[in-house]
């Protein structure tokens, strides 16, 4: 059993961006999306939504396709790269469906033009929908090949003027090594940018990490996969791992 909410209590935070990646939505599949993780995924999102936050979404692509691992097969880079903008824009439809079927108003912005599946990017725009209390899915990374969409949901939190940049992983927090071969690995309860970039914690990429640190974004890491540990965040606990100054 989980502890609850303290009734009463106010977030913390007025505007989020939560980061998942393409595996979080496979569940105990191995490829594409689970409609039972992705359910789940969507009502702990709009119980953030219902608490007054306003919620901006970036999800990566691979359980469909990476553009790294296409061109370690032997692909051009950009053309894999380009392969995985489309299977994040696949993941946001899929989360924007799961969320709207569940009562909420979303919006999936993308940064490459698909006009007839979702709107382009654009940041005063974004910014209009959240105000007005829609959830926004950024989708297509930055639209530029070379650069993940750990890169871009820094990008999309320091645009939007994000309060937090939370990253959901499979694991409780940064560690010192590998918890799965190492049972003695240590966890970080807060790391500094510039002692994440030279331990090479491989919390998000390093281009991400300095985009947090150059606007002083705080990023956490938390587990997911624990029912109630995004509101607890967002109520003021000492959830995961907090990156920041």
Not at 2 to 24: D, N, Q, V, Y
Not at 38 to 67: P, S
Not at 90 to 117: F, H, P, T, W, Y
Request: proline share 3%; charged share 25%.
């Amino acid at each position: 059993m989980t502890a609850p909410i303290a009734a009463g209590s106010r977030p913390h935070f007025r505007r989020i961006l939560l980061k998942l990646s393409g595996e979080a939505l496979m569940g105990r599949l191995d490829y594409g999306i689970d409609p039972e993780v992705i359910g789940w995924l969507a009502r702990e999102i709009i119980e953030v939504q219902q608490a007054g936050i306003e919620v901006g979404l970036v999800i990566g692509g691979g359980n469909i396709f990476r553009g790294a691992g296409l061109a370690a097969g032997g692909m051009d880079r950009v053309t894999g790269d380009h392969m995985g903008m489309l299977a994040t824009v696949m993941n946001a439809l899929a989360m924007q469906d799961a969320l709207e079927k569940l009562g909420s108003k979303v919006r999936v912005m993308s940064a490459l033009k698909i006009n007839e599946v979702c709107e382009d990017f654009i940041r005063r725009r974004a910014i209009r929908h959240l105000e007005k209390g829609r959830i926004v899915i950024f989708a297509a990374g930055t639209g530029n090949p070379f650069f993940t969409t750990d890169s871009a949901a820094a990008l999309r939190a320091v645009e939007i003027g994000a309060d937090l940049l939370l990253k959901a992983t499979k694991v409780d927090g940064v560690y010192d090594s590998d918890p799965k071969q190492n049972p003695a690995a240590i966890r970080y309860d807060r790391l500094g940018y510039d002692e994440v970039i030279a331990r090479n914690l491989k919390v998000m990429d390093t281009a991400a990490i300095a985009l947090c640190r150059d606007h002083d974004l705080p990023l956490r890491i938390y587990d997911m996969t624990r029912p109630g540990n995004l509101m607890r965040i967002l109520h003021g606990e000492a959830v995961g791992t907090l990156v920041a100054r």
